[in-house]
């Protein structure tokens, strides 16, 4: 109660937001008195934890309304050095051209990333796989030049975390990055497309957590207020956006070791300073939030009003990842590590998991041994003795010895349960009241956070090949659309979409270019928001009922986001 309490105090303090607001407004020209069309402009208070951006528009122009005094204005364009200057002084702002190495260093991670020369596709491929899923590569902290040794130190932390890369990958990766990122600036070759409905557009970001925090998803509640879980301190985090004001609770107390059923791995940038591990979050039908807790196999509900946890243990079960609720009101949920998908009725507190195909010898192994290998390995905490115990480097075969159900939805024509499996590169569906399965190899690699649109259309983001899929789940016939990349040599890996329950549009998250898209099926347009934040790394899209989209940007670690912390980001078109 007492961390509660202080946390509220402080946020209150210093942002409870006054009843007034200001507008800032201005234009923005190039040196030579041309007007900047789709410059960012953000405006913030020193010390501040919260701000807010728009875009300029062709002529120049920008307004941003903002509910804080004192305020400072940042404009920022790729190709431009950032100019910082008191509101007041913002009416006529000028953006000087930057040098070849301050260039560099602001372009986003996917410009770096596309420079590593690999000495193979499969490399790359299996690096796109399995060293991008969690955070940027390419950014200002992971481009920072290193030796081949120190890069084997890097790798091996993040193979006890959960990186699965053979021995022929393992040399190759520290080998590859050693040689590209050399700190010498690289050529500007980015094509900055300015989205004409951009204009008007506003984010507004809040910083949450601590620098070792992992926010991962987050949910807006009916009653207005947005509840995010941080995964690696075991909280859920309560944002009024009216009074700007943040409240930590506390998960209860476990009597699993740190790290839940993953003590037996290093703890990677903090990740695992928790029992619970709490990943995805949703509010149900009794307006509860509910959550997956990955470290422990748990269900858990958190009462928004007496602020009650409870929690379910989940039978059979590794790392439970992502949730939603039917319309009976059941949980569907995967269970990466496990090879399941489940069931959950919180009325009568009833589990059902489902076993899922194997899909070849290396991968039934996997189902087989892991809870062993978990086991074992927690008898030595920290020693990441799953590394060594398991067989994905002795037979070459890398991720490809698990299948990861990860992404999950309810398709509202038939309340079929559909569901990915990311690295298995299968597409699921399971009939809820029978409980059949089928699989389907999914048209393309890396199928990840799938979601529906209200026709029983299936949309897909495809990880590994910078790709949205649209899959007709009554003919199972598909189209490809390639995301737009700010240079052909250039890839995307989106982790999550969502779909617009009044528009019907895609909003994609891509999470190497600080971009967020919106894709309108009816033209088959792409629409490009940059971040006014970098190092973005957005998880599970969410829409609020003023149109409103917001995500978490949880790249991991937190200190290496502009800033220095995870945020929440809202963005009304």
Same mark, same amino acid.
């Given at each position: 109660?007492?961390t509660r309490t202080i946390v509220a105090i402080a946020w209150t303090f210093l942002y409870s937001g006054p009843a007034w607001s200001q507008t800032v407004q201005g234009r923005v020209f190039d040196e030579s008195g041309r007007p900047v069309a789709g410059a960012i402009v953000t405006v913030f208070k020193e010390g501040s934890t919260i701000q807010e ?10 307004? *941003? /309304?903002?509910?804080?005094? +004192? ?7 790729? %190709?431009?050095? !950032? =100019? ?109 497309? *300015? /989205?004409?409905?951009?204009? +008007? ?7 949450? %957590?601590?620098? !070792? =925090? ?67 979050i949703q509010v149900g039908p009794d307006g509860k939030l509910w959550t997956t807790n990955s470290l422990a196999a748990e269900i858990m509900s958190f009462d928004p009003v007496t602020h009650a946890f409870k929690v379910y243990p989940v039978p059979d079960a590794i790392y439970p990842h992502t949730l939603r609720f039917d319309q009976k009101g059941r ?243």
């Amino acid at each position: 109660m007492r961390t509660r309490t202080i946390v509220a105090i402080a946020w209150t303090f210093l942002y409870s937001g006054p009843a007034w607001s200001q507008t800032v407004q201005g234009r923005v020209f190039d040196e030579s008195g041309r007007p900047v069309a789709g410059a960012i402009v953000t405006v913030f208070k020193e010390g501040s934890t919260i701000q807010e951006s728009g875009y300029s528009d062709a002529s120049g122009h920008f307004l *941003v /309304s903002s509910s804080f005094d +004192g305020l400072r204005v940042r404009v920022r364009r790729p %190709g431009y050095v !950032d =100019s910082i200057v008191p509101s007041a002084s913002a009416s006529s702002i000028t953006l000087k051209a930057a040098d070849a190495q301050a260039l560099s260093d602001s372009l986003t991670a996917s410009a770096h990333a596309a420079h590593v020369s690999w000495d193979s596709p499969e490399h790359k491929a299996n690096f796109v796989s399995q060293c991008h899923y969690c955070h940027q590569i390419g950014n200002a902290l992971t481009r920072a030049p290193k030796d081949q040794d120190t890069w084997k130190l890097t790798i091996d932390r993040m193979q006890g975390y959960g990186a699965l890369i053979s021995y022929s990958d393992e040399s190759s990766f520290r080998e590859t990055l050693a040689r590209s990122f050399d700190g010498k600036p690289i050529p500007f070759h980015q094509k900055h497309v *300015v /989205s004409p409905e951009t204009f +008007g557009a506003k984010i507004t970001e809040w910083q949450m %957590g601590e620098p !070792d =925090s992992f926010m991962h998803d987050a949910e807006i509640h009916p009653n207005g207020k947005i509840y995010a879980v941080d995964m690696s301190k075991d909280k859920i985090y309560e944002l009024d956006r009216k009074t700007n004001r943040i409240v930590a609770y506390d998960l209860p107390p476990s009597e699993l070791p740190l790290g839940g059923m993953f003590s037996g791995a290093f703890r990677p940038l903090g990740t695992f300073a928790a029992h619970h591990g709490p990943h995805s979050i949703q509010v149900g039908p009794d307006g509860k939030l509910w959550t997956t807790n990955s470290l422990a196999a748990e269900i858990m509900s958190f009462d928004p009003v007496t602020h009650a946890f409870k929690v379910y243990p989940v039978p059979d079960a590794i790392y439970p990842h992502t949730l939603r609720f039917d319309q009976k009101g059941r949980i569907w949920f995967t269970v990466a590590l496990s090879n399941k998908v489940g069931r959950f009725d919180p009325a009568s507190g009833e589990f059902k998991i489902l076993k899922l195909d194997s899909h070849g010898l290396f991968r039934l192994m996997s189902d087989l041994l892991l809870p062993t290998i978990l086991k074992v390995s927690g008898w030595f905490p920290q020693k990441n003795l799953h590394v060594s115990l398991s067989h994905h480097k002795a037979t070459g075969e890398g991720h490809r010895i698990l299948n990861l159900p990860y992404g999950i939805d309810v398709n509202p024509v038939d309340g079929s349960i559909w569901f990915s499996k990311l690295y298995g590169g299968f597409i699921g569906r399971v009939d809820p009241e029978t409980l059949e399965v089928r699989e389907w190899s999914s048209p393309l690699g890396g199928p990840r956070r799938l979601r529906f649109a209200k026709d029983g259309t299936l949309w897909v983001p495809s990880f590994e090949t910078s790709s949205l899929l649209r899959i007709s789940t009554s003919t199972l016939k598909y189209k490809i659309y390639k995301l737009p990349l700010l240079n052909e040599t250039e890839y995307e890996t989106p982790y999550a979409l969502g779909v617009h329950p009044v528009t019907q549009d895609v909003w994609i998250t891509s999470n190497l270019s600080d971009r967020i898209f919106r894709f309108v099926p009816a033209t088959e347009k792409f629409i490009t928001y940059e971040s006014p934040t970098r190092v973005t790394y957005m998880r599970d899209v969410l829409f609020d009922s003023d149109g409103t989209i917001c995500t978490t940007n949880s790249n991991m670690p937190a200190y290496a986001i502009e800033g220095g912390r995870q945020k929440v980001f809202c963005l009304k078109p």
